[in-house]
């Protein structure tokens, strides 16, 4: 141990962080098991064991350990919970492994992936696995995802459109007798005071009563975690902040005004709540390796996402254009992170008459 | 005038721990039995010895004579007998030699008051003069003698002169007590430092959380001087010299310069009272009040200490050790420098001694760097600590140069926040030895 400075420490480790990102995702995770029963357990289990054996193996193989840092564990979680239920187990399995082993150890594991391990992995089953991961119901049967329906309600509706939610009532989506009593709760109560009206179905998509992939649709329990870590400062709000304004934006401004009705039609709501963008705005995008490390940095990098994100989704309709965004910002991070970075304290000079660099030009109050 | 203030790019807000001490009154230490006096007293070579074994020496008696401007004269801090001269390692690795003293005979100054001496009638070279001879230095932080500080800056012209009161280490909270039960001394201790710099303005910075200590300091303000009272954050490092300046006046220091480039000279608290006491009282700086805390001390506090008590002393004096002890720390957690050795003199610099147990410590094994930023966002000097450790680990300590090794100030704030427990500020340290 060395005696020299500092002394003391945060109370954050590496393994702390990690374990606590993993922690946070669990109740959205429990939602997703409650919901789709067994098969999402064993998708998760499966998901994380890959990832934990992956690690393992390199462990053993580098004669280093590091699974007590966590990261494996939480890989794991992240690439089951955005799988949908009715996924081969093979997927999973094999996007645990390909996150960890290419994505992660071929960089140098932890901290050394400039790639994001869990969005790797994904990306990695969407293009594999293209109609599993979507589901069976392209053309709108019960178990595809609520995004899928509504573009294949668009494919098949005649006349003027109302928008995703007003989509999936013409095609007879379900609403949940909870969507029904909130949102009649919210409407009589709370909306009236500013004469707005809330259709039906929103409610459902926060609190997670539709379809699709395991842990992403309980919106409202994955907004509770990163609550929690971010005030705990595990993650920085800079990013999943950022990430959202501009998605709205763009959703609002492009998929809206610009392009109209129909499968975006502007609605921000609609399109934030679904589809897993949330999953990658809270839990991909601010991942602590692959993330920019200054703040203009993060803001950015947000941005960049949340657009990005948008395009992909307007132009390919899959959950999964999140991961995607992800990967994409990726690798504009080195950029970012060394063209942003703060001006170094004492390096904002003035040359006096003589040429000769000597005080700090506009800094100083007046006496 | 009042404002608050506080520098703009990075710091941490690590957590505080100065309820144990910063409400209880200075005590007054037991004088040690023995006194390890180092000859190395600043951030300078050792001073040259005049005392040898077997010499009788009275309280404040000269055993070290200054050699050049960095280097300050050092007093014996009891009466009694020079037992031996030995070289001891201080706190931070250097070994310098001291002269060990045993306590025998009568006291000059113990328990009198002491006469005022007036000191508006004297010249500005007399008041210097006594400064030097009462052998005053930077009583926290980088230590410096005070009169070749205010003789090299007294040239230059003085646009600010900004007392440090921000005491942003955790734990230690000795200058804090000192504005509080002695604002008056430290009052007139910046008058005159104030005669001998003629600033055109003069700062009062104090940390946001001394209200009481900015109040008391306030009171005695009664000269009709315009001063700024400056409330500053409580953000880390918000005492260093850099920082301070920053936040009290708007300027920075310039990466290769130095405070006066800018026109500032700053002075802490507690320099600013041994100046009063050197120029007032006539007494050379032979005791300090050293913050005494952690969760493994019995009895925390602020004590009164003569230069060159062992440390085992001064905590056997609060009520010894308690806890499992994970670390004793000479100084600040976040700058200080761990020991083991208990006969470790308390020098003129020492602002603090911590008794940290592994709750505080927070150790942990040191695993990879996860690239997570937060020591880049901790850094005040707008560094990237995880680059430049890597460049340096590389042997590229070259480039570490170029992306500002040498702006680094050794806070220790990357260090405190690194997750993965990297021993950044170890490796730059490194860097900056083996450029
Ligand atoms: S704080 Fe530690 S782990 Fe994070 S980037 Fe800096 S050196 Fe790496
Ligand atoms: S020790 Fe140096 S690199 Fe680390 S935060 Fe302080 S100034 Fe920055």
Redesign the pocket.
Known sequence: MSANPPQFHDRAT?GRMMWAIALSLLPAAGWGVYRYGTPALFIIMVAVGAAVISEGVIGLIRRRPTLRDGSAVLVGLLIGMAMPPWVGLHVPATAAIFAMLVVKWSFGGL?GNWMNAAAGGLVFAFYSWNRQMIGPGVDGESSATVLATVRGALETASGPVGGPVGLLRAVGYPVSSVDASVTDWLNARVLTVVGANLPGGYVDLFLGYVDGAIGEGAVALLLIGTIALVATRVIRWEIPAAYFASYAIVTRVFGGLVFGDGYMAGDVLFHTLSGGVVFAMFYLAPDLSSAP?NRTGMLVYGAGAGALTFLFRFYGAYPGSGAFAVLVMNTVVPLLNRGLRPRRFGTRRRRDPGGRVRAIAGAGRKP | MMRTATFPVGGLYPVHHKHAAHRRAIRNAILPAVSIVPLRQSHGPDAELCVAPGDRVGEGTRIGRAVGDLCAHVHSPIPGLVREIRPVTLPDGVISTAAVIDLAGSFDRLGKVLARHEWKTLRPGTLLRLIEDAGVVGMSGVSQPTHAAIDATAAASCRWLIVNGAESEPYVCADHRLMVEHPAEIFEGLQIVERLLAPDRVAVGIGADKRDAMRRMRAHDNDGRRRDYVRLSVKYPQGDERQLIRAVTGLEVPSDGHAIDVGCVTISAATLYAIWEAVVTRKPLYERVVTVAGRGVARPGNIKVRIGTPIGGLLAECGGVTDPVARIVIGGPLRGYATTDLTTPVLKYTTAVLVLTAAEVNAAPIVG????????EACPMGLD??QL?KLVAHGRSGDAVDYGLFDCTECGG?GY????R?P?VDGLRNGKANR
Not at chain 2, 417 to 420: A, F, G, K, N, Q
């Open positions: 590496t901290g490390t | 760097c996860i690239r997570c930023g937060r020591c880049a600590p995880a450790y990357c926040v690194c997750p993965s990297i950044l």
